[in-house]
Each structure stands twice: as structure tokens, then as C-alpha cells.
């Protein structure tokens, strides 16, 4: 299941950008994030592979939303231009981010290439 994000939430579970700018992830397993807004139709087309990808990796990596419109200061924060917009953080380094509405298979392969899942 996918996790809506507040700002807060974000700052607690993510990554703390008032207190660093120095990326720090703050979570136990990868992670993706989806930048999206309700009025957005290629959004609504990824919506629903996230919430498969959510089950069939469930014990390996957490899947977050972020409303664009809701969080106006997240979205700034990582420079949203365009929605979809999907960030890959793996544990261990850099996160990555991907614009656009990703078919299922190339968010597989970002799973296992970004964030060494198998």
C-alpha cells in the first residue's frame, strides 16, 4: 500500500532538509516518492502500477505519494517542474529522480538498478 506524505511526515520518515543540506535518508529500506497532483491524467496512469509494485515489493521498499498542490514547500524543496515526477532513494546513496509516467517495467528495472532490489 502506498503511503501519502505530508511535509512533516517527510521531514521524519525522508529526509530533514531544515536540518541539512547534506542528503541524509532517514528510512530503513528504499524508497520511491511520487510527486503527483489529483488533476494530473499521467499521474493517474502510474497511480495504480505504484499501488501493485507497493504489494509486490512490500517487505523490500516503501512507496510514497507527495500532492504537489497540498505540499507546495516539499515540491520546492526537490524543484518539481513537471508531475509525474518519481524519486528512487536507495538506502545507501543518492537519490535519483525520473520525470514522467513510467510504464511498469521500467520502474522494475529502476528498482533493481537504482535501488538494488531484486
Known sequence: MTQQ????????KV?????????????ERPAII???ADW???????????EELSEEYKDQIDIYKV????????AG???????PSILFIPVNDKPQMAA???PKDQLQKAITEVLGVN
Open 40 to 50: 494530473c491524467g499521467p499521474c493517474k496512469m502510474v497511480s495504480p502500477i505504484l
Open 15 to 27: 529526509f530533514n532538509y531544515d536540518e541539512s543540506s547534506e542528503w541524509s535518508f532517514k528510512g
Open 5 to 12: 506524505l505530508t511535509t512533516a511526515d517527510f521531514k521524519e
Open 100 to 102: 514522467g509516467a513510467l
Open 34 to 36: 511520487d510527486f503527483y
Open 77 to 83: 524543496a526537490f524543484g518539481i517542474q513537471s508531475i
Open 67 to 74: 500532492d504537489t498542490d497540498a505540499e507546495q514547500e516539499l
